[in-house]
């Protein structure tokens, strides 16, 4: 008999399962309201990659002259400022996004999964309501992500207050831009939008950048951020922020003022976990009201799973991805590995990027686990040398002893390209030497990460 297996939300961690579950065999239905891909093709990831992509581009247009490159206009005359066209920018952003939609919609329909638009709640007994309709399931996977927090004090008004969603909509260059929150996402914007040539000022309720990040890596990106002219405002808690006229006004716990032209609130996000009838279902949240999964994705409730942001695991699109189709290897009686953090690799897209994967400083600092660290800056690397660049580096841990590569952090361009090989390391548990012996190109920044592995070679 086939299983039918229904999701709710078409994101990385609902379409991963889909396509898991129609290989398998089983006859799959997806139900999400706003178009497959979710949050992460629409509205988060891919348009925020995808806006990094001309900064990068301008960051890197900014080294041009020590490489020896002039612009000049079409008289002739040396130009002295390049600038972007934020509506172009946005016009591409919004097309990839969509384009990038059609495309999972298209391999979805060839896998034979059905998507019905619409909100999905949890009825009793295994059903899915869509409006009218009801469609029995053998298994449900609650996949419907999370959205952007937002607080009495400070609401976005899509115009000049914005949250990350809405930033595409900018026609014009900000004058002056203030960004509210210093993780991943406030730091990944303020960075872009500096690299645009942007006034950015960046509101951080803690005493650095990043706090959930590598300290060294986090130390490297806020002086690059400050050298470039960021303003970055560091234990400076957000009490409100209101609009009058063009002016926006960020006002601080202890009674300081920010002004800008605009504001973007990084303020993290909130599961997209209320009416969709949990309770009834006997499907457990935490008290944030993200659903309480163990790591093959089972919630509390007998057939039901849940995959990506709403479960609070770890908010990142290739972790939803993994959660929902680790959930369709468990109930289709397929071989299945349950979710393991500590292989996780992940990247924050500033300039310079920050990758990381298993273990980290934090960890090792706290005794959590011991580890030999090396850290090579990456200023010493010929091809480093070459390209101009001068901040970043690679971190190496490995168990002392067995010299098993446990962790490790890449800073600098391209770092979450180059991460690549230490996860591999991680995920296989080579050894420090191991890494060594494996050839790089000559002249390559990856030849660092050799270098940091072959000073951890103990005799
Ligand atoms: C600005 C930003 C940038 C990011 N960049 C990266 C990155 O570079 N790399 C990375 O790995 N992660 C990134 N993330 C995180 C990533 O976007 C999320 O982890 C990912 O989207 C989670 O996928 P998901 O399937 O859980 O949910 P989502 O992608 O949010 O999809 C859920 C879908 O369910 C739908 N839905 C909700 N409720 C219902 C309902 N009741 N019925 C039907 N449908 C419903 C929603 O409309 C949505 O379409 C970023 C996040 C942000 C905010």
């Not at 469609?135 to 937002?150: E, F, K, N, S, Y």
Request: with cysteine.
């Amino acid at each position: 008999m086939t299983d039918h297996i229904v999701i709710i939300g078409g994101g990385p961690g609902g379409y991963e399962a889909a396509h898991v579950a129609a290989q398998l065999g089983a006859e799959v239905t997806i139900v999400d309201t706003d178009g497959v891909g979710g949050s992460a093709v629409l509205t988060d990831c891919v348009p925020s990659k995808t806006l990094i992509a001309t900064s990068e581009l301008m960051t890197e247009m900014s080294t041009a002259q020590e490489l020896g490159v002039n612009f000049h206009d079409h008289h002739g005359d040396a130009a002295t400022a390049i600038s972007v066209d934020l509506a172009r920018v946005n016009a591409r952003v919004k097309q990839l996004a969509a384009d990038q939609s059609t495309d999972i919609a298209a391999r979805l329909d060839r896998d034979g999964v059905r998507v019905v638009t619409g909100r999905g709640r949890l009825g009793p007994d295994l059903t899915v309501e869509v409006g009218e309709e009801t469609l029995q399931a053998d298994a449900i996977i609650v996949a419907t992500g999370a959205a952007p927090r937002t607080l009495p004090s400070a609401q976005p008004d899509g115009e000049r207050i914005l949250t990350w969603e809405q930033v595409y909509d900018l026609t014009e260059v900000p004058d002056k831009l203030i960004v509210v929150g210093s993780g991943v996402t406030g730091a990944e914007f303020a960075s872009a939008y500096l690299a645009l040539g942007i006034d950015v000022t960046l509101v951080s309720s803690r005493d650095r950048v990043l706090p959930g990040e590598d300290a060294d890596a986090s130390a490297v990106l806020e002086d690059v951020l400050t050298r470039r002219g960021m303003n970055v405002l560091g234990q400076s808690r957000m009490q409100s922020v209101t609009r009058d006229g063009d002016t926006v006004t960020v006002t601080l716990t202890d009674g300081r003022t920010v002004t800008g032209s605009h504001c973007i609130l990084a303020l993290g996000s909130v599961p997209n976990t209320a009416d969709l009838g949990l309770e009834d279902a006997g499907v457990a949240v935490d008290d944030g009201g993200f659903i309480t999964v163990d790591r093959v994705s089972r919630t509390s409730a007998r057939g039901i799973y849940a995959a990506g942001d709403c479960t609070g695991v770890l908010m990142l699109a290739s972790v939803a991805a993994m959660q929902g189709r680790i959930a369709m290897w468990h109930f289709l009686g397929d071989a299945v590995a349950p979710l393991d953090l500590k292989k996780v690799s992940s990247n924050v897209f500033t300039s310079p990027e920050i990758a990381t994967v298993g273990w980290s400083q934090q960890a090792v600092d706290a005794g959590e686990i011991q580890a030999e660290v090396v850290t090579l800056p990456l200023a010493g690397n010929a091809r480093a040398k070459m390209q101009g660049v001068r901040d970043g580096f690679v971190k190496l841990f490995c168990r002392p002893g067995t010299g098993i590569v446990v962790g490790g952090v890449v800073v600098g361009p391209r770092a979450s390209e180059l991460i690549h090989p230490v996860s591999i390391a991680v995920a296989e548990s080579l050894t420090a030497d191991q890494l060594a012996h494996a050839f790089t190109v000559y002249p390559s920044m990856s030849g660092s990460i050799a270098e940091a592995a072959r000073r951890l070679h103990r005799v």
